[in-house]
């Protein structure tokens, strides 16, 4: 599917049945159905590790585990017992620090997904710290790429290129402008933004209902609407598109499933509780449902 998808595709729910993401074993226990690492938050800003780790949960991944600053692990543990929660080394800002590195690696070893960005603040200790894990994590691993881990400037598009397709990058319309230089309006829009940072880094793009891929490959989805732009809703996003990375989909399969579910879910919350109000905490209970309902 993912060779032959011509280059301008809308998303629907037929094109994702066409188009499934992988199965866990009936018979198998949560590491088939996949491991993710979230590396996120600061002292000021805990929730968005919960948020994009909860995320992932509800779209199927089997284990979370969370890499956090000392400070907030244990809450934050107590918060999310479905996960395991390691505090990292923490700067006196609050922030996680750029000696984290080496232990990150080890939390990461043997996870089929990482995710860094949610919550991160500090940029010259999130630049160290992403840029030591994109060099030092097994080439295998997916990797996205969220929030300050976009703008710090840790993204070099031959580390990328270098990680053979396997990044995904969900960056909002400011982050977008500063992956290249310019602003969105001034890229040509959404849609040719998100085809510039594709080729340009040799990733997979989430633009908000785009998504984007190196060669010109283009998914749009048509569903959503403006209650999705509230505080954490990106979270939300990238954790859920991070579950499907870690079950197994290809960057590009889980980057188009993720940004479905995300919309679709809204879309739920807008007909339900209305256009404007809801919280990003309530699409993660409806992301259970919009799967089952894509998936059958």
């Avoid at 499934?20 to 979230?38: I, N, W």
């Avoid at 977008?176 to 880094?201: K, M, P, Y």
């Avoid at 785009?210 to 509230?230: E, H, I, N």
């Amino acid at each position: 599917m993912t060779d032959t998808a011509p280059q301008d595709t809308p998303i629907t729910p037929h094109l994702l049945r066409d188009w499934p993401v992988p199965e866990p074993d009936d018979s198998g226990g949560k590491g088939s159905r996949g491991t993710l690492l979230v590396v996120g938050g600061a002292v000021a800003t805990p929730g968005a590790a919960l948020l994009a780790g909860l995320a992932a949960l509800r779209v199927g991944a089997g284990k979370l585990t969370i890499a956090t600053v000392t400070p907030t692990a244990t809450a934050l543990g107590v918060a999310v017992p479905e996960a395991g929660v390691y505090g990292l080394p923490t700067t006196d800002e609050g922030s996680i620090a750029g000696a984290a590195v080496d232990r990150v690696l080890e939390l990461a070893d043997g996870a089929d997904a990482v995710l860094l960005g949610p919550g991160l603040t500090g940029p010259d200790e999130t630049r160290a710290l992403v840029a030591g894990v994109l060099q030092g994590l097994d080439p295998d691993t997916a990797v996205l790429l969220d929030a300050l881990g976009l703008t710090c400037g840790a993204l070099d598009a031959a580390v990328a290129r270098d990680r053979g397709g396997r990044v995904v990058v969900t960056p909002n319309e400011k982050e977008a402008g500063f992956l290249l230089g310019c602003s969105v309006e001034e890229a040509g829009g959404v849609v040719a933004a998100g085809r510039r940072i594709a080729d340009e880094f040799g990733v997979v793009a989430a633009l908000r209902s785009t998504v984007a891929a190196p060669g010109g490959r283009l998914w749009t989805d048509g569903s959503g609407q403006v209650g999705l732009g509230t505080s954490g809703s990106g979270d939300v996003l990238a954790g859920t598109i991070a579950g499907f990375l870690a079950r197994g989909a290809d960057p590009d399969q889980a980057a188009v499933w993720g940004a479905h579910l995300h919309a679709d879910a809204g879309e739920r919350l807008a007909a339900r509780v209305g256009r404007l109000g809801f919280l990003a905490r309530e699409l993660l209970e409806e992301l259970p449902a919009v799967l089952e309902q894509v998936s059958r």
